[in-house]
């Protein structure tokens, strides 16, 4: 019999690519995950793990192990979703995670409704960049999370992870109030200094592309990733700037907002087979009420 605890080490070693990443993500040491894998090699009977250089690469059965891993998960999963149904009520602990524009007009009202529909149910929130969302899932540090993409920028589908749709919002070029209404506005910031996200994360990625899909390159004099930051540098005449619907709760004084042909699309994310889990249930269903109850979002 396979040791699912020594198929998920493989999986993590798949998509971190190195075992001493896969220690840190685990909190093992380098030398217990490699001992872990070489049991897993003598439990299967075939090599999963070839040398090169000083790490290590998965042969061909790995990787066709590692498919296989997805689904036995994914059906745990869903066993634990069915056993949660059967006891009846929600009890215990759910972790949320959210990034940091969906928190106060997503997440809280989200929090109220579960707090006072499920008592019973011990509400973590976390707010972190969308890009870290698919491994604090994968590791079990989230059990639901909020993530986005843009139509512009899409971001790939993870395999141990299932989605559902909540929002779709419009995305606005923040300029100065003393910046006359551009007839076409990408182009007609070309030359002006921009307030982006920090590299590495999905705003920083999409103002670059926007402005490519413009034909420029933008002079960047900022990085800001809270858009409060971002609209105050802007009222400021430090730049402009991407920022979208959901993280606007009125023009804000000093600013103008045009909105563009690019839409930041929300999602709530959980493992896969984790969909018909009664604390996921009841958490997608409070989260889309409180969208629901935003304001002409869209």
């Known amino acids: 019999m396979l040791d699912v605890r020594r198929l998920r080490l493989l999986r993590d070693l798949a998509r971190l690519g190195t075992i001493a990443a896969v220690a840190e993500a685990h909190t093992y040491s380098p030398s217990a995950v490699s001992q872990q894998l070489a049991a897993l090699q003598r439990e299967t009977g075939v090599v999963l793990l070839e040398r090169v250089g000083r790490g290590v690469r998965l042969t061909a059965t790995a990787t066709a ?41 997503l997440l809280l009202p989200a929090l109220v409704e579960l707090a006072r529909e499920h008592p019973g149910l011990d509400l973590l929130v976390t707010e972190l960049d969308p890009v870290a969302v698919p491994a604090a899932l994968r590791e079990r540090r ?13 971001v790939q589908t993870d395999p141990a992870l299932d ?5 779709d919002e419009t995305v606005f070029l923040a300029l100065p109030a003393t910046h006359p209404v551009p007839v076409d506005p990408m182009p007609a910031v070309r030359d002006a200094d921009w307030i982006i996200g920090s590299p590495g994360t999905l705003c920083h990625a999409v103002t670059l592309h926007a402005c490519d899909l413009a034909g420029f390159r933008p002079n960047v004099r900022h990085h800001a990733d809270d858009f409060t930051a971002v609209l105050a540098l802007v009222a400021a005449g430090q730049g402009v700037g991407l920022v979208p619907q959901l993280a606007v709760e009125g023009p804000p004084a000093g600013t103008r907002l045009v909105p563009l042909p690019i839409r930041r699309r929300t999602r709530i994310a959980y493992r896969q087979g984790a969909a018909d889990h009664p604390a996921v249930l009841a958490s997608i269903a409070a989260l889309r009420g409180a969208a629901a109850d935003l304001p002409e979002v869209g």
């Open 65 to 105: 192990l590692v498919r296989h891993t997805e689904v036995i998960l994914a059906g745990l999963e869903a066993a634990e979703a069915t056993l949660a149904a059967a006891r009846g009520g929600l009890l215990g602990t759910v972790r949320i995670g959210a990034y940091p524009s969906a928190v106060r007009p």
């Open 142 to 154: 989230l059990d639901v999370a909020l993530v986005h993409d843009y139509d512009i920028v899409p």
């Open 163 to 167: 989605s559902t749709p909540l929002l």
